[in-house]
């Protein structure tokens, strides 16, 4: 069965750098397009960013354009996201999920907390 | 960008109620309309896509309907392990936008 395991989550300073993974098996990985999606503590969700199979197409939300950047590895099943620059609104659980715009397969999370 | 507006923002109900959610769209998305459910501590789970079509192994008390701008999600016999939270969400074009949630409860 499908499953999505993000990690590198935690504790970072305002305009500091983190990079979180998701590890993907179950599926064939390299056929798939993946997404991050987020959710503040308590609040709603929001895409943050997709890629395509191949890593030749990207979208990324204008609240994380220039400062995120998401990524591939085919080889290991692995999915990015780096994020740089951060801000304490970038608070949040991190999703990673299967798919570009429809999302049926979800990781658990993995929670950032933007904090002095 | 496309705004999802849910109504209403909060629901109680009671076990074996009927219940209505509805989601309008900013602009027409024709049936790119998707349905999750969410509870808490857990990450969102995949209910309806295309705005009307069950999602494999989804209960069939689960329907959704619409197109354009208007759509509804509706549960037509409440049972206790359907008190969640439930988003809308557009798959036209990016930004991907969600609705802001419709909370479900006792």
């Known amino acids: 069965q499908v499953q999505l395991v993000e990690s590198g989550g935690g504790l970072v300073k305002p305009g500091g750098s983190l990079r979180l993974s998701c590890a993907a098996s179950?599926?064939?990985?390299?056929?798939?397009?993946m997404s991050w999606i987020r959710q503040a503590p308590g609040k709603g969700l929001e895409w943050v960013s997709s890629?395509?199979?191949?890593?030749?197409?990207?979208y990324y939300a204008d609240s994380v354009k220039g400062r995120f950047t998401i990524s591939r590895d085919n080889t290991k099943n692995l999915l990015f996201l780096q994020m740089n620059s951060l801000r304490a609104e970038d608070t949040a659980f991190y999703f990673c999920a299967r798919d570009t715009s429809t999302w049926p397969h979800w990781g658990q999370g993995t929670l950032v907390t933007v904090s002095s | 960008d496309i705004q999802m507006t849910q109504s209403p923002s909060s629901l109680s109900a009671s076990v074996g109620d009927r219940v209505t959610i509805t989601c309008r769209a900013s602009q027409s998305i024709s049936s790119y309309l998707n349905w999750y459910q969410q509870k808490p501590g857990k990450a969102p789970k995949f209910l309806i896509y295309?705005?009307?079509s069950l999602q494999s192994g989804g209960p069939s008390r689960f329907s959704g309907s619409g197109s354009g701008t208007d759509f509804t999600l509706t549960i037509s016999s409440l049972q206790p392990e359907d008190f969640a939270t439930y988003y809308c969400?557009?798959?036209?074009?990016?930004?991907?936008?969600f609705g802001q949630g419709t909370k479900l409860e006792i």
């Open positions: 295309a705005a009307s």
């Open positions: 179950g599926f064939t990985f390299s056929d798939y397009d």
């Open positions: 890629i395509s199979f191949s890593g030749s197409t990207i």
């Open positions: 969400q557009q798959s036209y074009s990016t930004p991907y936008t």
